[in-house]
């Protein structure tokens, strides 16, 4: 039923007039894609190379050049049964991570296993295909 204030029936509804974009402190932070910010928290501080310690490493987005440059970090391995899972090469993810992070390899040597593997997990999806 229309009132003159909403659509009739088989119309669509009228879209609001659009509102200028606001900035804030958000919009100065680099873009996210698919929530990827690169920011991991470490459980132990380690050496930044600069005569620093750092409690949080930040990885920017890895480019084609990265790859061209240190290597692929992770491959796949094919399952019998068709399926497949990533395998990291260890030493070139930690030159990829380093690269990345614009932090000596040191940095991410000291890094707690399981801050590596974090890490690596967090960029793994760069370089994998789509499937």
């Known amino acids: 039923m229309a009132d003159g204030n909403g659509?009739?029936?088989g119309q669509a509804?009228?879209?609001e007039p659009a509102k200028p974009a606001e900035t804030s402190a958000a919009d100065e932070?680099?873009?996210?894609?698919?929530?990827?910010?690169?920011?991991?928290p470490l459980r132990h501080e380690v050496a930044n190379g600069s005569g620093g310690t750092m409690s949080e490493i930040?990885?920017?987005?890895?480019?084609?050049?990265d790859i061209e440059r240190v290597g692929n970090p992770v491959m796949l391995e094919f399952l019998a049964d068709g399926r497949w899972k990533p395998v990291f090469d260890t030493r070139v993810m930690t030159a990829m991570l380093a690269t990345l992070a614009k932090?000596?390899?040191?940095?991410?040597?000291?890094?707690?296993?399981?801050?590596?593997?974090?890490?690596a997990y967090l960029l793994a999806n760069f370089?994998?295909?789509d499937m």
């Not at 932070?29 to 991991?40: E, I």
């Not at 930040?58 to 050049?65: G, M, N």
């Open 58 to 65: 930040v990885f920017r987005e890895p480019t084609a050049a």
């Open 7 to 9: 659509p009739t029936a």
């Open 127 to 129: 370089f994998l295909p």
């Open 29 to 40: 932070q680099p873009a996210q894609v698919n929530g990827f910010n690169g920011r991991l």
């Open 103 to 119: 932090v000596p390899p040191s940095t991410i040597r000291a890094m707690h296993p399981r801050d590596w593997q974090n890490a």
């Open 13 to 15: 509804p009228q879209s």
